[in-house]
């Protein structure tokens, strides 16, 4: 069982930055591929970033390739994402999730999940 808790989310201008943290507890996170989703009102929770055991390989969605960096460290059973250039269309409840075996791009594919952190872009 696995236990994962974001933090980091708030209030941001269009263009700022913030980046988000998931902290890990109840296992080893280095076992695990992480995932970042995200969910607006209205719609979908969608596939954002993901990222292997070791860190060597990383996904994103195309929406916010270039801007968005996902990374983890082991040692301290966190994952981060790191968003810069954030946009109006970057509004959204953000959640970490996690999956033995190879990331996916899949929501059902992840088996753990935080509770969720708001980011809200203003104009």
């Known amino acids: 069982q696995v236990q994962l808790v974001e933090s980091g989310g708030g209030l941001v201008q269009a263009g700022g930055s913030l980046r988000l943290s998931c902290a890990a507890s109840g296992r080893i996170i280095s076992m695990y591929s992480m995932g970042w989703f995200r969910q607006a009102p209205g719609k979908e929770r969608e596939f954002v970033a993901a990222?292997?055991?070791?860190?060597?390989?990383?996904m994103y969605a195309d929406s916010v390739k270039g801007r968005f960096t996902i990374s983890r460290d082991n040692s301290k059973n966190t994952v981060f994402l790191l968003m810069n250039n954030l946009t109006l269309e970057d509004t959204a409840v953000y959640y970490c999730?996690?999956?033995?075996?190879?990331?996916?791009?899949?929501?059902?594919?992840?088996?753990?999940w935080g509770q969720g952190t708001q980011v809200t872009v203003s104009s």
């Open positions: 999730a996690a999956k033995s075996g190879s990331f996916s791009t899949l929501r059902p594919a992840y088996n753990y």
């Open positions: 990222i292997s055991q070791s860190g060597r390989s990383t």
